[in-house]
């Protein structure tokens, strides 16, 4: 069974079309940029099928990473100045390796002196060696046997041992015509004059690219999400994070077409002169595995970015699809907010797993090992961190049954704050002191939601008992009419204020309990204002604020006790 491996390069380019109009490309730039890419990818690739690496190529020096399928070919190649001459193959990759490497050094000893001496005429003969044939290279009156051409190599190339000794034998005479030849000082000029220019064409082209790629991390830095930003809409928000995450995603692909450019650029440049072809093989044999697991890492870091994306897209969406009544709309801005940041935190951890095993495999590591070890590893702390899966289950259902979502302020158990982080996991809260308190998913049972859809105002007014108590009900009311119609506070008011009347008699005089439906997480802002407005009416109406009676029995049995210590 032959495998032949055939390498292939697939550039996907991103659709900018749908972009922001801030954020568009100027069409002349995008054709610029593409033309001096597509130079060095057509200038690079003719080279790379004589001269740089294949992937079978470099199969001997990655044995440890990859599985070599049962009967199946591997191949190598004999350099000559970087290119590859001829290449040879076996079924062991060790043994490939090492016959590699003997043959490697004959055949460089052996042209070493010819390529020394313009005077050489070089010659490839074939002798039998038995079934095998035997290659040699005669140099004036010294005979170099170079290697035996086995069956392997025969067979892997569908030929008999004697057509692949004579295709080789041809390939190598060829080689080193080649090899003399551009090692002459014409060849030589040439190739420095096209280097010269290959450089100066990517060093002119530079400067748009840079310029830029400043541009897209200035207005990024622009975009990032501050502080401050939470107090924007949740809709303006929402915007914000797809220009920033778009403009990411632009940025790093221009860094990647720079990095391609002069990359791409200087190993082409060290493949013109055979002096230095040798260092762009090993500079790609080098860096390879970095390679591959750096484009996996911005492979990965893209995909993260167009997904937080088309989850901020969807969310405005949402929004946009919300019923006009203000009690729905807030509460579904809420629920959105804290999905939204919940498939965040999800779409990260997805794909930061899927790039680490793309990342193994890639790079020749079977995965099904490592998925056999991750599953019993899962199975093994699944029994031992059961709580973590209980809080995982229950927020599901809290996010699910929509109990409270960020920005919420509740009482769970023994504490109470607002909602600041909620995840699978844990539930976090900034208490009335500035605290994080943190509550496990799974010890989250009953819950009082304070800004569930709308709040509440409770607030008690104390008067004298001496007051005319239907004069006092009469100031409240007209309060409650004068703030209701205030602008400042006709959004936060959601109903004109219920004057419940009296509660209770207690020691601080007559009770008036009053009601008011308030925006959400607006109560506290309300009652405030109502308690200051009563105060300053009760004044101009003559209405004293009663004075505990306690305090007024204290201060009788003073005022006795004074008077008592006088007249003695």
Known sequence: MRVV????????????????????????????????????????????????????DIAAYSRFLRQVQEK???????????????????????????????IQKRFAEATASYLADDDNQPKVIVKPNGNLQDIYLVLGDQQERLFTVTNSDATANDVSVPIRARQLSSEIEQGLEIAKKERSPQYLRKKLIIGLLILAFIWVGNFPLTSEIRKLGKLARRLAPKAFSKTLPLATQLAHRQKWNITEIQFRLLQLVQVALWGGGTLYVLNLFPQTRIAAFLLIAALRIPLRIGLIVLATYILIRLSYFLIAKLSAVAIASQSAAVTVNQRGKLRINTTTRILRST??????????????????????????????????????SQNLIKDAINGFIIIWDDRYAVGDIVDIGGVSGLVENINLRITQLRDAEGRLITVPNSVVEIVANRS???SRADITIPVAYQTD???????????????????????????????????????????IRVWIKTE?????????????????????????????????????????????????
């Open 5 to 56: 491996y055939r390498p292939q390069i697939k550039l996907n380019l991103p659709n900018n079309k749908n972009a922001p109009p801030n954020l568009m490309i100027s069409k002349k730039f995008l054709v610029t940029l593409f033309a001096l890419f597509t130079v060095i990818i057509v200038g690079i690739t003719p080279p790379a099928v004589a001269q740089l690496p294949y992937i079978q």
């Open 72 to 102: 199946s070919f591997n191949s190598a190649c004999i350099r000559l100045d970087g290119r590859c001459l001829f290449k040879l193959s076996a079924i062991d990759s060790e043994l490939l390796s090492d016959r590699i490497d003997e």
């Open 347 to 384: 779409i990260t951890i997805l794909w930061s797993v899927i790039g680490i095993l793309s990342a193994f495999w890639i790079n020749g590591v079977n995965l099904a090992p490592i998925l056999a070890g991750a599953g019993i590893l899962g199975l093994g702390l699944s029994l031992a």
């Open 452 to 454: 569930s859809l709308w």
């Open 469 to 511: 108590i239907d004069h006092a009900l009469d100031v409240i009311d007209q309060v409650a009419k004068v703030m209701t119609q205030n602008p400042d506070w006709q959004e936060r008011i959601w109903e004109f204020p219920n004057i419940l009347g009296i509660e209770q008699f207690s020691d601080r005089g007559i009770l």
């Open 520 to 568: 959400p997480l607006q109560q506290w802002d309300v009652a405030r204002e109502f308690r200051r407005r009563i105060k300053i009416a009760f004044d101009q109406a003559g209405i004293p604020i009663p004075i505990p009676q306690q305090q007024i029995l204290f201060d009788k049995k003073k005022i006795i006790s004074n008077q008592q210590n006088l007249n003695n």
